[in-house]
């Protein structure tokens, strides 16, 4: 299985590279923001986004997978340490697969 992730905080991207990595899965991205994967989809073409949903520049992780899933096939799974619901409601609607809330174990992923 082929997973991007999108994540703007460099230690928890780490991390997770390294719980993808440990589950035998093979990364295919690593990215800062929404901006950087859709420019990319295509080229690494992931089976599953890891999409935090609070993420810097243009387009926050719910309107990049809005955006990503009207053009490509994806599953997306949010990672988030947001716990309003406002915003957890507004992530449901996109369809996830999941939404993981911060801190997260390898076992739950």
Known sequence: ???AIVEDNFIQR???????????????GLYDS???L????????????LMD?????LKNGI???KEIV???????IYTTAQ?????LDKAADSEPMDILIKPFSIEQL
Not at 14 to 28: A, T
Not at 53 to 57: D, S
């Open 70 to 76: 009207k053009s490509h096939a994806l599953k997306v």
């Open 14 to 28: 780490e991390l997770l590279e390294m719980y993808v990595l440990k589950l035998g899965m093979n990364v295919v």
């Open 34 to 36: 929404g901006e950087g």
């Open 83 to 87: 716990t309003e619901h406002s915003v």
């Open 63 to 65: 309107d990049t997978t």
């Open 1 to 3: 299985m082929n997973i």
């Open 38 to 49: 859709l420019k990319e989809v295509s080229e690494v073409n992931p089976d599953i986004v």
């Open 53 to 57: 949903i609070n993420l810097k520049g």
